[in-house]
């Protein structure tokens, strides 16, 4: 009965590991989202030594930079970044070997052997149990491997809420408030934007129309890095009491945050006029990150100013 044991085990540990690599049949191009063929792209590409980022099935700065360092290193011209028939060609070249399979791969075919040992394992178990009712020896007890159930992953968490008042004087650039992005997962995870809503009730003659910039700082002061710029427009008419002017603006964050990693940020208003009174909010209602990880929380940012007696 050993021998057989040993057999089960055995057969586990050497059972193939290597799939071969699907070719690449269409053209790739920045601003795909969540598509299996950029998956493909990046895990090629960071087989290849030249991409260090996470594996999303985005197609955005860092996967068009990698794609650029490919072309140049195959002597593809032009080098714009761009997943041609040309480049296509080529990595369907360099992928003809065996392709390693990935941890969740490698997970799902050490399952399923396990589960196949499992049933052999009973089966022989019920075996045993037949034989022993023939003899006075007793057999030892075959003990069988617990499969361990998959950890759900955590979520990345947004968090913020901030209540300040408009400038008393105008000024040429002025903080709206700060908001944090916690990465309370096991994985690496690109935070590409924050879709909000903008709500105005202001009286502000000078800003009716008035284009200004919503900056977003990766930190809470004015010398820390600029991570974008929106350009947004005041609506020309007034709003009336009670009924603020909304729009959904989109406000491009497009960091990485390491497992565990936790961030602060802080949106910036630039070229805005003065406020006489009333109310300016911002309220975040979805966040576009990485594929396969869920986020939850929500940021509101406010300014206010009583109106003069």
């Keep these: 009965m050993r021998g057989r044991l040993y057999f089960f085990t055995f057969w586990i540990i050497l059972s193939p590991l290597a799939v071969s690599a699907a070719s690449f049949e269409r053209d790739l191009y920045f601003g795909l ?24 099935g985005g197609f955005f700065s860092l996967t068009k930079d990698a794609v ?47 589960a196949e040992l499992q049933k052999q394992l009973q089966e022989l178990q019920q075996k045993q149990a037949i034989e022993a009712e023939k003899t006075t020896e007793p057999l030892p007890a075959v ?23 408009f400038p008393e004087i105008e000024m040429i650039t002025f903080k709206m408030g700060e908001f944090s992005v916690d990465n309370n997962t ?26 200004v910039n919503f900056l977003i700082r990766d930190g809470s002061s004015v010398s820390d890095t600029l991570l974008s710029t929106t350009e947004f427009t005041f609506v020309l008419t007034a709003p009336k009491i009670g009924e603020p002017h909304k729009a959904v603006v ?25 406020v006489r009174s009333g109310t300016l909010k911002i309220e975040s209602t979805q966040t576009a990150i990485s594929s396969g990880v869920e986020s939850e929380g929500k940021f509101t940012l406010v300014l206010t100013k009583e109106p003069p007696l």
Excluded: C, H
């Design 33 to 56: 989202r969540d598509n299996p063929e950029v998956t493909q792209l990046q895990e090629f590409l960071r087989d290849q030594g030249i991409y260090s980022g996470p594996v999303t």
């Design 68 to 114: 650029r360092k490919f072309q140049e290193r195959e002597n593809i011209a032009p080098a714009a970044g761009f997943f041609g028939p040309i480049t296509r060609a080529r990595a369907n070249v360099l992928q003809q070997d065996i392709k390693p399979v990935t941890k969740e791969e490698l997970r799902a075919s050490i399952t399923a052997q396990i």
């Design 143 to 165: 003990s069988i491997p617990a499969i361990e159930s998959p950890i759900r992953p955590a979520k990345l968490i947004v968090s913020g809420s901030a209540t300040s008042t």
């Design 186 to 211: 096991s994985r690496e995870v690109l935070v590409l934007n924050f879709d909000a809503i903008l709500s105005e009730e202001m009286d502000s003659t000078p800003n009716r129309n008035r284009k």
């Design 250 to 274: 989109n406000l491009p964050y497009d960091k990485i945050l390491k497992a565990g990693e936790k961030k602060t940020a802080s949106i910036w208003i630039e070229k805005m006029k003065f």
